[in-house]
């Protein structure tokens, strides 16, 4: 058995999950002097971050990208760690298409709308930045938890690949739809909770979003702010993807749900057939495309995709400890405000911190 923090096993802590939670929350338990691992399923962490580069190095968001000044809490930990925000450009002639037949409208974005930001960077290096103040031996990657025990004054984890690891708490920082299909608690939780977990929605679970690089932005060049809403094709919303400096260009947004049955050559295909229309054939010559269907083992695994927003987030039974108050839900589906959201994560992660 890896005991975890093998001198104070009762005052140590597992994270399961090294999303923008589990990371913030280590981050946190760090400067409380609360040694915490973090495990994490995939090889990656970041969770519904996941910040790519294009061929020219652009920073390209498939996941989390957005927040505004309400956000308080996620603004504050950017700041704190010395990240950039910048607004989301949305100058020039918007698009909204509502049948494929007819041309689109154009509208403008009046200048008085609060602004949505982004981070300079992408929102990647809020997760790279956290996890550089933690200790490397402390978190560890490909490591799906899929067991927790209540033993006594301390907890037992164990992993897919067989380690076990034994700490005074844990804190479950993965979707709740996702902790209830993928690990086995010993005892088993009450009924009630057993009930709601596979219930929360998990916010994107089933998104389908897309991200385009360009060597120019001809579309500003041309007027166009680069946002375009459609009723008509495969693309359904689409914003500017030009970082901080104005050196590097792209578009980021969302592909119908119906694009998910569809190999990604062929959503290539479409999304460019639909922007060459719009935009001219200078849209046709990318210097990269990705997309991401947003269903994978480490955000839904199987589990039906919940269709009502935010349905059970911040419940109440999400809020209380189990297992003798040793085990304890975290997670942006658990916040009390903002759920779903990145601000919902670091709030969550705060709120555990306070408790622990
Ligand atoms: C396409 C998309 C667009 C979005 N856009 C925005 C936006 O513009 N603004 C915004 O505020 N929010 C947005 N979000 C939501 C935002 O990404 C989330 O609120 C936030 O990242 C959630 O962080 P989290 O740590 O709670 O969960 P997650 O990011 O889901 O992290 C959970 C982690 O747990 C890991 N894990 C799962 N199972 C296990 C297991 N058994 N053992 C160990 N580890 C496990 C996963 O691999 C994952 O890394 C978007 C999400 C998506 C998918």
């Known amino acids: 058995m890896a005991e975890f923090c093998k001198m104070k096993t009762r005052e140590s802590s597992i994270i399961i999950g090294g999303g923008l939670s589990g990371l913030t929350l280590a981050y946190l338990l760090a400067q409380k002097h609360i040694e915490a691992i973090v495990l994490e399923a995939s090889p990656r962490l970041g969770g519904r971050i ?4 294009g061929a020219l190095g652009a920073p390209l968001e498939l996941g989390a990208t ?3 000044d309400k956000h308080r809490h996620l603004s504050s930990l950017s700041e704190e760690l010395e990240l950039q925000k910048f607004p989301q450009f949305s ?3 918007s698009l909204f298409q509502t049948k494929s037949f007819e041309p689109p409208q154009k509208f403008f974005v009046p200048e008085a709308e609060t602004p949505s930001y982004r981070l300079a960077g992408g929102t990647q290096s809020l997760i790279d930045t956290l996890a550089q103040k933690l200790k490397a ?3 560890r990657s ?4 899929t067991g927790i025990r209540n033993s006594e004054d301390t907890v ?3 992993t897919a690949t067989g380690e076990v690891f034994k700490a005074g708490k844990v804190i479950v920082c993965v979707p709740p739809q996702l902790a209830a299909s993928q690990i086995e608690f010993s005892p088993e939780l009450p009924k009630p909770v057993r009930e709601i977990l596979p219930t929360v929605q998990t916010w994107m679970a089933g998104a389908v979003k897309f991200t385009l690089e360009y060597s120019e932005p001809f579309w500003r060049n041309e007027g166009f702010s680069g946002m375009l809403y459609s009723h008509a094709g495969i693309v359904t919303e ?3 993807h030009t970082n901080l400096e104005e050196d590097k260009f792209g578009f980021t947004g969302f592909l119908n749900s119906g694009a998910a049955a569809y190999a990604q050559e062929v959503r290539k295909e479409f999304v460019l057939r639909q922007l060459g229309e719009l935009l001219g054939a200078k849209a046709l010559q990318p210097t990269a495309y990705f997309d991401k269907v947003w269903t994978d083992e480490f955000v839904l695994a199987g589990s039906p995709v919940i269709h009502r927003p935010h349905q059970n987030n911040g ?6 400890a189990y297992m003798d108050g040793k085990l304890y839900f975290c997670g942006t589906e658990t916040a009390t405000e903002f759920a779903g959201y990145m601000e919902g994560a670091v709030m969550a992660a705060k709120s555990i911190a306070e408790r622990l």
């Open 50 to 53: 996941q910040t790519v580069k």
């Open 66 to 68: 957005w927040f505004a």
């Open 91 to 93: 100058k020039g002639i």
């Open 137 to 139: 031996q402390n978190i």
């Open 142 to 145: 490909n490591a799906r938890v």
């Open 156 to 158: 037992i984890v164990e």
């Open 238 to 240: 689409m914003y500017d």
């Open 315 to 320: 419940h109440a039974l999400l809020q209380m």
